[in-house]
C-alpha cells in the first residue's frame, strides 16, 4: 500500500478476500481494469502508464490490465515457491510472469488510484529535457522495455520485422510497376526490360535486398527467441518442481531425527 494512500485502505479486504476464499493466490489492485478509477494523474502520465501496461501483459502472457500496480495481496506459500532474482522495479513484473508460468491463479481486483496532491509528478528537473511523460518516466520506460525483451523477445523483434516486410512489399510493387510500364513502353524482351527496371530503380533494388537480409537475421532471433523462452520456461518449472522434492525429503528427515 503506498504510504500516501493514492490507493485507500479500503482496497486491503478487496484483495484479501479472494485470497481467504481460495478464489486466488494473488491479487492485484487493477486501476486500469474495465470498473477502476484513475483521478488526478496527469494525463500524458496516465495515458502512458496504461498502454505501457497493455505492452508489458502482451510480453509477459495473459489478460492483465495492469502489471506494474505493486499494491497486492499473496498467499504466503505461494511467494515461498517462487524463485526471485530482481531487486530492483522489474520485481513486480517478475513475479507475475513466474506465477503464471506455475499455473497459479492471478485475479485483478478493479481499484481507485486516485493522486491526494495534483502537483504530484511534476518534474524538477531545470536540464534540456522536456517536462513531459516520457522523459520524466524514461528510466522506469527503458527498464520495463529491457525486462519485456528478456522475457518475450519475438514481441519486440515483431515490430522491426513488419517494417522490413512493408519495405520489401512496397519494393516489390514500385518494381514490379515500372517493369509492366517499361514492357509496354519500350517493347523490349521481358529479359531486357527487368535489366532496364533494375538498372532504373538501383536504389530501390538495393533496399529491397537490404531489407531482405535484415529480415532473414531478425526472422533467425526470432525463432530462437521463442526456443529459449520455452527452455527458460521448462528448467524453471523443473528448478520448482526440484525445490519441492528437496524441501519435502528435508521435512521427513528432520521428522525422523526427532
Not at 117 to 145: C, E, Q, W, Y
Not at 180 to 209: D, P
Request: overall charge positive; some cysteine; charged content about 20%.
Amino acid at each position: 500500500m503506498d504510504a500516501d494512500l493514492s490507493y485507500g485502505p479500503e482496497h486491503i479486504p478487496k484483495l484479501l478476500f479472494p485470497l481467504i476464499n481460495n478464489e486466488a493466490d494473488i491479487t492485484l489492485a487493477s486501476p486500469y481494469h474495465k470498473d477502476g478509477l484513475v483521478k488526478n494523474v496527469p494525463k500524458q502520465r496516465a495515458v502512458l502508464s496504461k498502454w505501457g501496461n497493455r505492452l508489458l501483459a502482451k510480453g509477459i502472457g495473459g489478460q492483465i490490465s495492469t502489471v506494474t500496480c505493486v499494491v497486492r495481496g499473496f498467499k504466503r506459500e505461494i511467494v515461498n515457491q517462487l524463485e526471485l532474482v530482481n531487486d530492483g522495479k522489474e520485481l513486480h513484473l517478475e513475479i507475475i510472469q513466474k506465477a503464471q508460468m506455475m499455473g497459479f491463479r492471478i485475479m485483478e481486483i478493479p481499484a481507485s488510484l486516485i493522486w491526494k496532491d495534483k502537483k504530484r509528478g511534476r518534474s524538477k528537473n531545470k536540464g534540456f529535457l522536456p517536462d513531459i511523460a516520457v522523459f520524466k518516466m524514461r528510466r522506469t520506460i527503458l527498464s520495463h522495455l529491457i525486462f519485456n525483451y528478456i522475457t518475450n523477445p519475438g514481441l519486440l523483434l515483431f515490430i522491426p520485422m513488419f517494417i522490413l516486410i512493408m519495405n520489401i512489399i512496397i519494393g516489390l510493387g514500385i518494381m514490379g510497376y515500372f517493369y509492366f510500364e517499361n514492357l509496354h513502353q519500350l517493347h523490349l524482351s521481358y529479359f531486357q526490360t527487368l535489366r532496364q527496371t533494375l538498372l532504373n530503380g538501383q536504389l530501390t533494388f538495393i533496399v529491397m535486398l537490404f531489407s531482405f537480409i535484415a529480415l532473414m537475421i531478425f526472422s533467425v532471433f526470432y525463432f530462437l527467441s521463442f526456443q529459449l523462452k520455452h527452455y527458460f520456461e521448462e528448467l524453471y518449472t523443473l528448478q520448482i518442481r526440484l525445490n519441492e522434492k528437496i524441501t519435502h525429503f528435508l521435512e521427513i528427515n528432520n521428522q525422523e531425527i526427532k
